[in-house]
Structure formats: structure tokens, C-alpha cells
């Protein structure tokens, strides 16, 4: 696609529920990254993915998070047993080359915990 | 670790002024920097990308330095306008052990208001 899709944009769970949260990369971008903004913060890093390495997951909060990208495209952010502090924005990002030509930034899924 | 540090926090400026954004990091072995811009609960829009080996880059009233040795951007906005107001990041792609781009790192951000 023309851009990087994210999806849903907006997510209202309650507390204890799992959730799945799905980034479209850019087609042949090979890093994908997924952030959170929780309100009023800066971008926290969560998992990097690059080609077929393994991820880095070292941003990751708690065993209640992960992440898989299948096929070296799609990626998924699954979030078990929801709480309130959960909620924030979660945005994915793609490029190229391991961020050599910079990256582009989907819209977020703005996950509310209820 | 790197640490990217944005001052100011917040900038406040009449409409038609020029400013500068500061950005500053710790670990010089970064393969490029890339400014963003992020309007209230949207995600992020790339501004400006400067390759390491590059100094400055330029896209109509903005202008991006950067000085590797010394850790430092900045960006500059030329004739300001209401719409220029979000909040400005500033990000550092690591360069790995091998020479090849690595993470990325976020700076804390200024938030901008042109007021008219």
C-alpha cells in the first residue's frame, strides 16, 4: 500500500479482555516497529523487527505483551489480560532497510482500557 | 545507551517569527536523524531525514541541521504559521556493529503554539 495501515484506529476494551492489533507495513519494508504514547508521554519503544532476524522485544513491559509479523509483512501486537494502564496510543512504523531511508509512521490504534 | 534530549519543552511564538528547535544526543554513531511532527492525537508525519554524512537538508520554510561530532540538530522554521503548531520529535537511527542502521530513538518532543 501507499503507506503504513493500522487497524483498529480506535480500540474500547474491558479490563482483564485481550486484544489484537494489527500494522500494515509499507509493501517490501523490511524493519517494522511498534511504539506506544500513553497520554501526555513521549513514544516508548515496545519490538523491532527486521527481515527474518530475530526481534527485539527488549521494549516489551510485561509477558501480558507480544508481537509477531508473519511472512516478513503484517505484524500483530496481541495484548492479554488488558489493564487500565495499557491504554495508549499504539503506533507501528516501517522502512526499507533496517531505517537507512528513515521511517514512515502508520496513524495509531488508540486503545482505551475500560 | 542514547538518550535524545529536545529543548525547548514548549515554544510559544507570534505568527511570522522564525524559530529554532534544538535537539541533542548522546552516542554520535547514528546513521541518520529524522524529524517529525505530530498533531494532536494523530500519528506521526516525517518532516525532514539527514544522513549522517549529510549536514543539513531543506523542504520549503524548513531547515534541518546537523553536526554529528558535537551531538546536535536543529530544526528551523521559517515564517511561522498557525498550522505549524504540533509538537516537533526528533529521532536517531543507531548504527549498528556492523555498520548497518539499527534502532531508533526518540527525543522528548517540543510542543509548538503560533499563535495569531
Known amino acids: 500500500g501507499a503507506g503504513v495501515s493500522q487497524s483498529p484506529s480506535n480500540k474500547v476494551t474491558e479490563k482483564g479482555k485481550d486484544v489484537e492489533l494489527r500494522c500494515d507495513p509499507i509493501s517490501g519494508h523490511t524493519a517494522l516497529y511498534w511504539y506506544r504514547q500513553s497520554l501526555g508521554q513521549g513514544l516508548e519503544f515496545l519490538i523491532y523487527f527486521q527481515g527474518n532476524s530475530a526481534p527485539d522485544k527488549s521494549g516489551l513491559p510485561s509477558d501480558r505483551f507480544s508481537a509477531e509479523r508473519t511472512g516478513g509483512s503484517v505484524s500483530t501486537l496481541t495484548i492479554q489480560r488488558t489493564q487500565q494502564e495499557d491504554s495508549a496510543v499504539y503506533l507501528c512504523?516501517?522502512?526499507?532497510?533496517?531505517?537507512?531511508?528513515?521511517?514512515?509512521f502508520g496513524s495509531g490504534t488508540r486503545l482505551t482500557v475500560v | 545507551k542514547q538518550e535524545v534530549t529536545q529543548i525547548p519543552a514548549a515554544l510559544s511564538v507570534p505568527e511570522g517569527e522564525n524559530l529554532v528547535l534544538n535537539c541533542s544526543f548522546t552516542?554520535?554513531?547514528?546513521?541518520?536523524l529524522q524529524w517529525f511532527r505530530q498533531d494532536p492525537g494523530k500519528g506521526l508525519t516525517s518532516l525532514l531525514l539527514i544522513q549522517s554524512s549529510q549536514r543539513e537538508q531543506t523542504s520549503g520554510r524548513l531547515n534541518a541541521s546537523l553536526d554529528k561530532s558535537s551531538g546536535r540538530s536543529t530544526l528551523y522554521i521559517a515564517a511561522s504559521q498557525p498550522g505549524d503548531s504540533a509538537t516537533y520529535l526528533c529521532a536517531v537511527t543507531q548504527t549498528s556493529y556492523t555498520g548497518t542502521a539499527s534502532k531508533l530513538t526518540f527525543g522528548t518532543g517540543t510542543r509548538l503554539q503560533v499563535t495569531l
Open positions: 552516542d554520535s554513531a547514528i546513521y541518520n
Open positions: 512504523a516501517s522502512s526499507p532497510g533496517q531505517g537507512a531511508n528513515g521511517y514512515t
